[in-house]
């Protein structure tokens, strides 16, 4: 099961933000919505985990099995 690290104080209130990945550190993150760098690293070079479904809840990723890690 892949890692998502979630940036709780930076979703809004319903707990949706942009799922991305960084294509430099490889994280798989939860951000805020229209956020464009990586929490990790700050790199810009992120992209959509799943381009069809780029925002998502934390309530979402617990039920698609992800691990979350509340940062
Ligand atoms: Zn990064």
Same mark, same amino acid.
């Given at each position: ?8 104080? =930076? ?12 294509? *430099?550190?490889? @994280?798989?993150?939860?951000?805020? #919505?229209?956020?464009?760098? =990586? ?12 381009? *069809?479904?780029? @925002?998502?809840?934390?309530?979402? #990723? ?10």
């Amino acid at each position: 099961m892949e890692e998502v690290k979630v940036y709780v104080d =930076c979703l809004n209130m319903n707990h949706s933000g942009d799922l991305v990945r960084c294509m *430099d550190c490889g @994280e798989v993150m939860l951000i805020q #919505l229209g956020g464009t760098s =990586c929490g990790e690293c700050e790199s810009e070079n992120i992209q959509w985990y799943d381009e *069809d479904k780029p @925002e998502w809840t934390m309530e979402e #990723l617990e039920k698609e099995g992800f691990i979350v890690i509340e940062k």
